[in-house]
């Protein structure tokens, strides 16, 4: 193979690997929130609420809202946002003895009982 050939071969394949690695799947949270101490629920554990966009290989987006007992929010109850919902971001979360009420940037709020996401929902 001819040098330059060669050369123009090895940047192609390693500009294939480098968009590939930019849009491999992952996940980012891009809004957290915890149960504060004055708030507590029947089931006696910390609870925690987050938002996390979705990157697919396609490089689709998609957001999802968890609630739980799980700080890492890979489980609790789960809802999917919509993806222009999710883009204006959270601007508060407000914890109540009754659940949790988001406000998203967009002016839209969503209000998530706490009997969904205690007990290990």
């Known amino acids: 193979m001819r040098p330059a050939l060669l050369g ?9 690997a480098s968009a590939a690695v930019l849009w491999w799947p992952h996940s980012e949270t891009v809004h957290r929130s915890r149960q504060p101490a004055k708030v507590s629920y ?23 809202l968890t609630a739980g007992r ?3 929010l890979s489980y609790g109850h789960t809802l999917e946002i919509d993806t222009a919902l999710g883009d204006s971001g959270i601007v508060s979360a407000r ?3 009754d ?9 839209h709020t969503l209000f998530i009982p706490a009997r969904q996401f205690t007990h290990g929902r």
């Not at 123009?8 to 294939?16: E, K």
């Not at 089931?43 to 396609?58: I, M, P, Q, W």
């Open 70 to 72: 799980d700080p890492g």
């Open 8 to 16: 123009v071969a090895v940047g192609a394949a390693l500009t294939v």
């Open 95 to 97: 914890w109540t003895a």
């Open 42 to 64: 029947d089931d006696a554990s910390r609870h925690y609420a987050g938002l996390v966009r979705e990157h697919t290989l396609s490089g689709d987006v998609s957001y999802r």
């Open 99 to 107: 659940g949790l009420r988001i406000a998203f940037g967009s002016g």
